[in-house]
């Protein structure tokens, strides 16, 4: 089956210690990406991920950092988190970052609570 | 910048009632328009689509048509299902920016009744 996965789906950590959201797609896609969902905001992109190595800034860039080794994972790390990073994060892909007629897929969301 | 607009909600409706939910976007050049849902404790899935002027997009008995003229993609059923109850979301992905984002409105939480 097609699908985005991510892990963990719920996390509640406290304020400076280190994690590691993780994001797989198994449909081969180039393009990945980020998102945090926010009350009133809608979704808002952290980072994005073109291919392999290749990653840039999205909206809401600070406190987060992306690695892309690999074409099928692009994890999310806080490196060190506060309580303002408290969210619900969709991890999403698409098969080409250069055509914006593409879908994008999203994973199920990870709820993190920071303390 | 690119921004989407949607009505706030929540709507709350009957059962077989007709459901238009409002979206208003501005972007440069022409944008690809989306709808998807969000489904209580799930994330989000795409509804329905349209890239260019005047295309319709449609999936279970969804509908919505790219107005270029005044720049609205709004979301109308005919008779929505209990089964219909979610947050809907429209969104606008560019076509002339590297990034590829999604812009997102801010929700329409969507509530049928019995």
């Known amino acids: 089956e097609a699908q985005v996965t991510q892990n963990p789906r719920y996390l509640i950590t406290v304020t400076g210690k280190k994690l590691t959201v993780t994001c797989s797609q198994n449909?081969?896609?180039?393009?990945m990406s980020w998102y945090r969902q926010d009350p009133g905001l809608g979704l808002r992109q952290i980072y994005y991920?073109?291919?392999?190595?290749?990653?840039d800034k999205g909206d809401v860039p600070e406190g987060y950092k992306v690695s892309r080794k690999e074409k099928r994972n692009f994890p999310l790390i806080l490196e060190s988190p506060s309580p303002n990073q408290t969210s619900l994060y969709f991890c999403?892909?698409?098969?080409?970052?250069?055509?914006?007629?593409?879908?994008?897929?999203f994973g199920p969301g990870t709820r993190l609570t920071v303390l | 910048g690119d921004s989407v607009t949607q009505m706030e909600g929540p709507v709350t409706l009957s059962e077989e009632a007709f459901l238009t939910i409002n979206c208003t976007y501005t972007?440069?050049?022409?944008?690809?328009l989306f709808w998807y849902v969000q489904y209580p404790g799930e994330g989000l899935q795409l509804l329905l689509k349209?890239?260019?002027?005047?295309d319709k997009g449609s999936n279970k008995g969804f509908e919505a048509t790219y107005r270029k003229e005044t720049t609205s993609f709004h979301l109308e059923k005919g008779s929505v299902q209990v089964s219909d109850s979610a947050v809907y979301f429209c969104?606008?992905?560019?076509?002339?920016?590297?990034?590829?984002?999604?812009?997102f409105g801010s929700g329409t939480r969507l509530q049928v009744q019995p």
């Open positions: 969104a606008l992905r560019a076509m002339d920016t590297g990034r590829r984002a999604l812009t």
């Open positions: 349209a890239t260019k002027a005047d």
């Open positions: 999403a892909s698409s098969l080409k970052g250069g055509s914006g007629t593409d879908t994008q897929y």
């Open positions: 449909m081969n896609h180039e393009y």
């Open positions: 991920s073109m291919n392999v190595e290749v990653t």
């Open positions: 972007a440069t050049g022409y944008p690809s």
